[in-house]
């Protein structure tokens, strides 16, 4: 019989379980997405809760469905955003309730984990090699746009923000210029193909290059330059969104090198690990990863499936606790 752990994550936007087995192979995988009215640009807390205890019942069953043949021998649960004292949602007590109700039936062990742990240990589980005991970890995802120094710990991570935005996300730049332009919020995975299809394009630019100091900076300005330049293409002649949404992407990229060279500079580690639903962007880590080869970086993207919220990596850091 097949030994395994429960993860469960229920962050801002999505409601996640999965089994791993002990030694962290993926069993089962279920996630849903939370649901946003069109038009609208992100949820309440109160909304996102109601809509995870709405869906953990069905997305648990997805799991069990797998549970043939194995045996669950501890739950690990996100609590919080982040491994940071005060770090706090209100999204994660859904998760963190049923989690307790799980291993309290099953006499199991129950572990504690953050959502941002969860997402390293996704991605770096998926490389089929433990990256270098320090490394950088960028986490890019719909609310977080951070560039991390990370040390692998015994019970997890231990990670130090060290850059990133001092305002608004990579992901909320894009869904909110998305919704903008008429489409569904999350918007990324349209926004991607479209920067795809338009990658030979040639434009006007319409953006100025966001400004990156000691590895940190603003955004609100480059989502302000994006979002008049939509107002205004009512009466722009020949205005293209395609060429927009490329010069967006393009302005992203180069932000994401430029803090990744000064903080290289300052802490010398020039291995990366991205994480976070942007990090799964075809038209970003491709381009990223030439300028890698370039410039001498190890730059790790892993399996990008895995790259959005995902209870695979809370599952992962479970079955360490549990081998410990």
Known sequence: MTECVLGIDTSNYKTSAALVDLSG???A???????????????????????????????????????????????????????????????????RT?????????????YETSHQEGHIAAIEGSLGFELPQDFLSLHLSGGTCELLKVHRARTGYDIEIVG????????QVIDRVGVALGM???????????????????????????????SWFNLSGLETQAQRAVENSGSAAGFDSSALILELFDRITACTEKMIEQAKKTYGLKTVLFAGGVSSSRYISEKLMRYSKDMGYEFYFGDQSLSSDNAVGTARIGVRLFNL
């Open 25 to 27: 192979r993926i069993i």
């Open 164 to 171: 990133g935005s001092k305002d608004i996300s990579f992901g």
């Open 98 to 110: 049923a989690g307790q109700i799980i291993a309290g039936a099953l006499s199991v062990p129950l």
């Open 184 to 214: 569904e919020f999350p918007s990324g995975v349209f926004m991607d193909e479209m920067a795809i299809k338009a990658s030979k394009l040639t434009y006007k630019p319409l953006l100025t290059g966001v400004r990156v100091s000691e």
């Open 29 to 95: 995988d279920s996630r849903e997405l939370l649901k946003v009215k069109k038009g609208e640009r992100g949820l309440r807390q109160s909304e996102a809760l109601f809509q995870h205890v709405e869906n953990l019942p069905h997305v648990l069953d997805n799991v069990y469905r797998s549970l043939s043949g194995s045996s669950i021998k501890a739950v690990c649960v996100s609590v919080k955003p982040r491994p940071a004292e005060g770090s706090y949602m209100p999204c994660f007590n859904a998760g």
